[in-house]
């Protein structure tokens, strides 16, 4: 943020004609030091009392330790905190309120600047109530309702594009803050210049919201403030949440930054917005912790407030909060941030219908609809300077709270299990292994070194590599044997003319040992190197053990035909569903009772993972399973996305986001994306797109298409949205579309 010169002259009328002065000026005396300013006599946790029960005590004391040691170290004076699931909350309070002049002690009902959590709590709601009664188009022009804003192709930038910060629009004015006047400040918003066409990538936008701000003031006739008080927080009994908050309320306000001689205190803190006279759609609400976690519920409730009033529709919130993947891969909805370079509120484990939003002030909130839970922390961070700061304070209290709510499984891969305790079957026996870069415990030890750690006499003394090689780097055919550069162990290449462990490579070997993490899909080869794996240990006499992993798509979830006619088995090694719902231990069961029956085979069990769980819902790390298998999200696309590369289509190899990609330098994209949006395929979300691969297919050429986002992973059924994808690509474009070669992974007549 950029200091406010001149201050006190140039408060706005709102300040003078409401004799609010007070409320901005804390004078502070010029012989104190301000880097000397922490709460560390204060920072221990204000225990309130409130229930812990249904949340783990060891994640609470955590989340007390992170808040309280932050406020030690002087990142923040201090703040509160709020987690709830399924009805049940815990809320703790930390440290002081104010600093200076003197300190105060932080309380439940301390007000706070919310920063920009007015684009989620104010603008963004205003603006789908509005969209919900049909008085505003989502994707019409931003001029419908603006006139003025034209020139420079402003002509074309859509509400939608605003709400999700692809406009192209600038950050915020450029031209400095030596005005003031909420008329001046839109004058000088619509004057800005473009920085960037829309659609070009994602610039996070305080004019954006400005925008919208002055959107639901034209079409509904009354003052954001206004419209939000009536249809918002009145409803909601938020009774603390306002712009311009009451002077009466001031012993209760958070102060912020020391500007000149004095801190700010129930003045908003962002310069554009006091310039604006303290209203504006990006900055300038101020809220509680109770009213925060009010409207989380609401939203959390698909629109309902306590009483049962119904603030939004359902499908309001749904088309609210739907994720949208913009250009680059980053993800929003529409207000609110979902995966992007600010997501550090998400923290490590919730999951990917999540969403939520931060404050420049050092506020923050985050939701979890598929867990039925959200989390709240409110600082004033920048009290009584710039220097304090939460990103790391936001992860590390979204990750614990995620786990004090079970919201994420901690699981056991059974390598993590043999590293723990040891096997058995393993004791005094020269092992081979098959794994590659996925081979790792939780705590990222080798799988090599874990086999041997707990159990005596146990050494692994070859190993062997599936696709893509031991490093999973390789992209090519006919991988060569090679030496393991971290131990000097041989490495025999299972993905040559010769798919399987040959007699020579078994010599010395006592047992064969699988440890790779699967996608879930039948012609991800990694099953077949494993079922080739199985019959040589059979030929050789020797067991074969497997160490189980989790399914990353869920163990729920079955899609696609069986096959049929299989021309290539190594894409089809068993008549199973295209994405088969099984783990690599259950397949070796499945594959020992019907194929390689005289195998002695010995699953490791993976434990705590329940089969609706997908892979964001566990404590697992993810680790590429191969070269573009970047994501979970990828994962989850693979089964439908993946059977179309065979054809004359790029999946969005050679790019940041293979699988959510698909396109051709012939494809009318716009054409593709009308088709589909008549197909209407459940859990995604599908928008045009434009992209030039650096590798693989048309590597270099500008490809047409779509981006696909996964919106819903519980509604998905990948198989569906490929062949719809394949039907009307067909239907657009005829014999130039190659749509024979979509059997040659599915292999159904």
């Excluded at 007000?111 to 188009?137: G, N, R, W």
């Excluded at 059974?414 to 723990?420: K, Q, R």
């Excluded at 005094?428 to 090599?448: E, K, M, P």
């Amino acid at each position: 943020m950029m200091p406010f010169p001149k201050l006190y002259s140039r408060l706005s009328p709102w300040l003078r004609l409401r004799g609010l002065a007070a409320l901005v000026m804390i004078p502070v005396c010029s012989g104190i030091m301000l880097p000397a300013f922490t709460a560390q006599a204060h920072a221990e946790a204000q225990t309130l009392g409130n229930s812990t029960a249904g949340f783990r005590p060891d994640k609470i004391a955590a989340i007390n330790a992170e808040v309280a040691g932050a406020v030690r170290r002087g990142e923040i004076p201090g703040g509160v905190f709020w987690m709830e699931r399924g009805g049940k909350h815990w809320e703790n309070v930390y440290g002081s309120r104010a600093l200076v002049p003197v300190r105060e002690t932080m309380t439940a009902d301390t007000i706070f600047d919310a920063a920009s959590l007015t684009k989620v709590m104010a603008t963004t709601p205003c603006v789908m109530l509005l969209v919900q009664e049909k008085k505003v188009d989502p994707d019409a022009a931003v001029s419908r309702y603006i006139p003025e804003f034209k020139g420079q192709g402003k002509e074309k930038i859509t509400v939608r594009q605003l709400m999700t910060h692809v406009s192209g629009l600038m950050p915020d004015i450029t031209t400095g803050f030596h005005w003031q006047g909420y008329e001046e400040g839109l004058r000088r918003v619509v004057s800005e210049p473009i920085k960037q066409a829309p659609e070009k990538g994602f610039i996070y936008s305080d004019i954006n919201f400005i925008l919208l701000g002055e959107i639901v003031h034209r079409v509904s006739g009354e003052s954001l403030d206004a419209f939000a008080r009536r249809r918002l927080y009145q409803p909601l009994g938020m009774v603390d949440t306002q712009y311009r908050p009451d002077p009466a309320k001031l012993a209760r306000i958070a102060p912020t930054e020391i500007i000149g001689t004095a801190a700010l205190r129930g003045v908003v803190h962002d310069p554009t917005a006091r310039c604006m006279g303290g209203v504006a759609g990006h900055a300038g609400l101020f809220t509680t912790l109770v009213d925060t976690a009010k409207y989380c519920r609401m939203l959390l409730n698909q629109g309902k407030a306590d009483d049962g009033t119904v603030i939004l529709k359902p499908e309001t919130v749904a088309l609210m909060t739907a994720v949208h993947q913009l250009p680059g891969g980053e993800k929003r909805t529409l207000g609110f941030d979902a995966a992007t370079r600010f997501s550090g509120t998400r923290g490590a484990h919730f999951g990917p219908l999540s969403y939520g939003h931060t404050g420049w002030t050092g506020t923050c909130f985050w939701i979890d609809p598929e867990a039925d839970s959200f989390y709240v922390l409110l600082t004033n961070r920048n009290h009584p300077t710039e220097q304090g700061s939460v990103g790391l304070l936001r992860y590390e209290t979204s990750s614990l709270a995620a786990e004090a709510m079970g919201c994420v499984t901690p699981v056991k891969s059974g390598a993590d299990v043999v590293a723990e305790r040891g096997l058995k079957e393993l004791e005094g026996r020269r092992i081979g292994l098959i794994t590659n870069q996925t081979g790792l415990t939780s705590d990222g030890v080798s799988t090599l070194k874990a086999l041997e750690k707990k159990t005596p006499g146990a050494k692994v003394t070859v190993l062997f590599s599936p696709e893509h090689g031991i490093a999973g780097k390789l992209d090519h055919e006919n991988i060569a044997d090679s030496r393991d550069g971290a131990t000097g162990l041989p490495v025999f290449s299972l993905y040559t003319k010769t798919r399987k462990p040959s007699p020579e490579s078994l010599k010395g070997v006592d047992v064969l040992v699988f440890d790779i993490q699967d996608v879930g899909c039948r012609f991800y080869t990694y099953i077949s190197t494993m079922l080739n794996c199985m019959e040589a240990a059979a030929e050789a006499g020797i067991p074969f053990v497997v160490l189980d992993r989790v399914n990353p798509v869920d163990g729920l979830d079955v899609e696609g035909p069986l096959p049929v006619d299989v021309k290539n088995p190594f894409v089809a090694c068993h008549s199973i569903p295209v994405r088969h719902g099984m783990t690599v231990g259950e397949l070796a069961r499945l594959f020992a009772a019907e194929r390689v029956k005289n195998v002695k085979l010995t699953v490791v069990p993976v434990e705590g993972w329940k089969r609706r769980l997908f892979f964001s819902q566990t404590l697992a790390p993810w680790e590429n399973p191969s070269p573009n298998m970047r994501s979970p999200e990828a994962a989850l696309l693979y089964p439908g996305i993946g059977l179309l590369e065979f054809s004359n289509l790029s999946v969005g190899r050679g790019t940041g986001t293979p699988f959510s990609l698909v396109g051709a330098p012939w494809v009318n994209g716009p054409a593709l994306l009308e088709r589909l949006r008549k197909a209407k395929p459940a859990g995604v979300y599908i928008e045009a797109a434009d992209f030039t691969p650096n590798a693989s297919k048309f590597a270099g050429e500008r490809c047409h298409g779509v981006q696909i986002t996964v919106a819903d992973p519980r509604a998905l059924d990948s198989v569906r949205l490929g062949i719809a994808i394949a039907q009307a690509l067909f239907e657009e474009h005829g014999e130039t579309y190659e749509l024979a070669k979509v059997n040659t992974l599915l292999f159904h007549p």
